[in-house]
């Protein structure tokens, strides 16, 4: 059988390997930021009714343009915005993709802050974009004036900003994005992947006037929608055209269409565990602090937990337990998802007894 390194792959590529989070089938799940709340059943039948409504035509190419999706997700984040500010593709790593083919490339530059999002680099790698990630202030903070001088000195062509940050949970002020896109003439992205679990305000209201700015979402996180694979962004329409320019034909199924609509249309229902998810994730900060850790503090639907002597241990331990939460490279520390008010019981007492 031939391998990987038999084979005459992009010099830039050779030694690298797949990104990935474990895909382990445990009994809780606090490890990858989904949602851990399962969909209604009312609701997940409205998108069984849809999506076999649209199976009859899957024999013709879905609607390209997708204006029906687009104005639903305008709607759904107000501000004035029109279908033709929005764009969606599968999930928002797509949408980051489409945004780096069009805006990065050879000969041009991507900076973030990190500890961040680690697909950032590995999209900026695909795309044949430098990347370079520069350090955050204490806690994980950015200012203004940080970020604003980092810009001036590295001269990059695209700044990305994840608020709330991920692994950190840390928002960004909208004085410091303002700050990012008044330092060059570049791309400004702000990554909202989590958005809906803050209390502080979006991206999205500093739009207006500012057509290099883009602000992407997802609709796996608070939505409970992961396995649909659907994000999307808000930008100038003249964005929009440049995502149409290197998007595949047809790249959003009509199944991916047609339920990501269903859900937008029980968005109700579906962002109603929304504050569960923040109780319980206050809930592991304060209980982790009980245990002698320190949780740093999240605007998020994860909690980064410091203080462990040997995390990559106490990830076995939580393992065998039936639990999974994230390793990250930040050391001494492990990620955990908030999920149902049973699972972080379960979590801080197994947590108790290696602690103890």
């Not at 076999?52 to 609607?63: E, F, S, T, V």
């Not at 343009?65 to 599968?90: K, P, S, V, Y």
């Amino acid at each position: 059988m031939t391998n990987l390194e038999d084979l005459p792959i992009r010099p830039d590529l050779v030694g690298q390997v797949p990104y990935g989070a474990p895909q382990i089938d445990v009994s809780i799940k606090l490890n990858v930021n989904e949602n851990t709340h399962v969909i209604p059943e009312s609701v997940a039948l409205k998108i069984v009714e849809k999506t076999a409504h649209a199976a009859i035509g899957l024999n013709r190419y879905p609607d390209r343009e997708f204006l029906e999706l687009r104005e639903a997700f305008a709607n759904f984040l107000g501000h004035d915005l029109t279908a033709e500010q929005i764009w969606a593709a599968n999930g928002s790593n797509e949408v980051l993709q489409q945004f780096f083919q069009a805006f990065g490339g050879p000969s041009r530059k991507a900076i973030s802050f990190g500890p961040t999002y680690s697909m950032y680099p590995n999209i900026a790698r695909t795309t044949s974009t430098e990347y370079k990630e520069l350090p955050r202030q204490q806690d994980f903070s950015l200012s203004a004036d940080y970020v604003a001088e980092v810009i001036g000195l590295e001269k990059p062509d695209i700044v990305i900003l994840c608020s709330p940050n991920n692994p950190t949970g840390t928002p960004i002020d909208l004085d410091v994005i303002d700050a990012a896109y008044q330092a060059f003439e570049g791309m400004v992205l702000v990554d909202e992947a989590y958005q809906e679990f803050s209390t502080g305000p979006s991206a999205i209201s500093l739009l207006a006037a500012r057509p290099r700015l883009v602000v992407s979402r997802t609709m796996s996180k608070a939505f409970a929608f992961a396995g649909a694979r659907v994000g999307y962004m808000a930008a100038d329409p003249a964005v929009v055209d440049a995502m149409r320019i290197v998007r595949l034909p047809y790249h959003l199924s009509a199944l991916t269409q047609v339920a990501a609509l269903a859900a937008l249309d029980s968005g109700e229902e579906l962002l109603a565990s929304i504050p569960q998810i923040i109780s319980q994730r206050n809930r592991i900060s304060a209980g982790v602090g009980k245990l002698g850790l320190r949780a740093y503090p999240s605007q998020s639907n994860f909690v980064l937990v410091e203080g462990f002597e040997d995390p990559k241990a106490v990830f076995e331990s939580l393992l065998a337990k039936e639990i999974i939460v994230r390793e990250v490279s930040i050391p001494g520390c492990l990620r955990i998802t908030a999920g149902t008010e049973a699972e972080t019981t379960k979590l801080l007492g197994e947590l108790a007894i290696l602690l103890d």
